[in-house]
């Protein structure tokens, strides 16, 4: 694989709870919407499991993503072709943690950084649609 070894390991702070964030993490149905402009195959399961092969495409780089391990709190995925190497995500309550490691000619930093901030906005916009559908719930 030619390029540069790089890793990086950023962690933030958001107004979301765990099961949101997880949701967002683990459905191909909520990571499609604040991953773009990857764009990721059609057919993926309705939540990665454990063995889960897929690939994602920005431009003319494609990343194939081999998911590890999947739990209530993290999930790691095994990378390779345009990305060597792997990605893992833990979350609690109201955080994340991104965990990027791999050799690739693209800025993996620069990258991991605008996924967060997109999915900081994506959780935490999720999050108030959530509490407006249970207010509403319970005004009826």
């Known amino acids: ?42 057919k993926l399961p309705e939540e990665l499991t454990s063995g889960t092969i897929f690939t994602a495409k920005t431009g003319f780089i494609t990343v194939e993503h081999h998911v590890d391990v999947v739990s209530s709190e993290c999930v790691r ?32 930093s620069l990258g991991q950084t605008f996924a967060l901030l997109r999915l900081r906005e994506f959780v935490e916009s999720t999050e108030e649609e959530n509490e407006e559908d249970e207010n509403e719930k319970n005004e009826n």
């Not at 967002?24 to 195959?41: A, G, M, T």
């Not at 990378?79 to 792997?86: A, F, H, R």
């Open 1 to 42: 694989m030619f390029g540069n070894f790089q890793k990086s390991c950023l962690r933030i702070e958001l107004e979301a709870s765990a099961k949101t964030i997880g949701e967002s993490l683990l459905r191909p149905e909520n990571f499609r919407q604040w991953l773009f402009p990857q764009q990721f195959e059609e």
């Open 77 to 108: 995925l095994l990378l390779s072709q345009g990305i060597d190497g792997y990605h893992e995500w833990h979350w609690g309550e109201g955080w994340v943690q991104s965990r990027l490691e791999g050799i690739s000619l693209l800025p993996l």
